[in-house]
């Protein structure tokens, strides 16, 4: 490794604001279980297909409609 090196004309990370956060959140096992037979057949991880379908409700602002009885 270079004892010094130039960063002059290095620039910020473009993608920063796609980085992931991980956390931890409590998913019932019917859940887990529908997107991992989802991704059985997409071949996409399970945890992408999670993403992937938070990520449309914001981009689609849809509003979560419950109705308890």
Do not use: H
């Not at 010094?4 to 096992?29: G, H, M, V």
């Not at 945890?47 to 938070?54: E, K, M, R, V």
């Not at 990520?55 to 009885?69: A, G, M, N, Y």
């Amino acid at each position: 490794m270079r004892e010094e090196y130039n960063f002059s004309n290095a620039r910020k990370n473009p993608y920063i604001k796609k980085a992931k956060q991980q956390i931890t959140i409590n998913l019932d096992r019917d859940v887990i279980d529908y997107f991992k037979g989802q991704s059985g057949s997409s071949g996409i991880p399970y945890q992408t297909l999670i993403n992937l379908y938070l990520s449309d409700c914001v981009t689609q602002k849809r509003e979560l409609q419950l109705s308890w009885k």
